[in-house]
């Protein structure tokens, strides 16, 4: 459990010599301490935490298959959708605001979710401060529907047409090959072409 020494987990949390998996646990742990940031201890927490979370969200790549790595992106996105949006958070409401922005045109759709809520709390709690940022986030929104009759064209258009399916007790239809006759089915009683009828030689073959 995070407690307290705020600086020493963010310094831990962006020391290159830790692995992916100490990286992880150290999120997780500040995940499940959530807590802490409803006590007087939140305006520490903020100051030194929110520039790591911060630069480990933009300077890591996004990930768009499961892994640590994109579980650690997740789980820093959900400690920022859990803070308390009152007057100790105003500070780093432009920062956060413009991270979000950022992060909901590169990253994958989990996180890209967790932006939104972001956003719209912002939007909600801190209006009049974020009223420069509303025509981008329009524009965004306006670029998704402008593009989504294209996407799902393109989607569509990849996707392979259904083979018919054989009615069953039906023979199965044999393709033609190109450049060649296709064979004319014969009728029930008679032989198929290019064989001979019942009790009749086959050509080149002399009667008895």
């Known amino acids: 459990m995070i407690t307290g020494n705020f600086a020493a987990h963010a310094e831990k949390l962006m020391s290159p010599n830790i692995t992916v998996q100490q990286r992880q646990q150290l999120v997780t742990e500040m995940r499940d301490s959530i807590e ?9 927490f903020l100051r030194h935490l929110f520039p790591a979370f911060h630069k480990l969200l933009v300077e890591g790549r996004p ?3 499961e892994g640590p790595e994109q579980k650690i992106r997740n789980m820093l996105l959900e400690v920022l959708n859990r803070l308390p949006n009152n007057e100790v958070l105003r500070p ?6 413009s991270l979000c922005m950022k992060l909901l045109e590169c990253d994958n759709e989990e996180n890209a979710v967790i932006c939104l809520r972001i956003i719209f709390d912002l939007h909600k709690s801190f209006r009049p401060n974020l009223e420069r940022e509303v025509e981008p986030f329009l524009q965004f929104v306006q670029r998704i529907y402008t593009g989504l009759p294209k996407t799902v064209a393109q989607v569509f258009s990849d996707a392979k047409p259904p083979q018919p399916q054989q009615p069953p007790g039906q023979p199965q239809q044999l393709q033609q090959v190109p450049g060649q006759p296709q064979a004319a089915a014969a009728a029930p009683g008679q032989p198929a072409p290019g064989q001979p009828a019942p009790g009749q030689p086959a050509p080149g073959q002399l009667m008895p």
């Open 92 to 97: 780093h409401v432009q920062s956060m605001l």
């Open 36 to 44: 802490i940031v409803h006590t007087s201890e939140y305006g520490n």
């Open 63 to 65: 990930q768009f298959a």
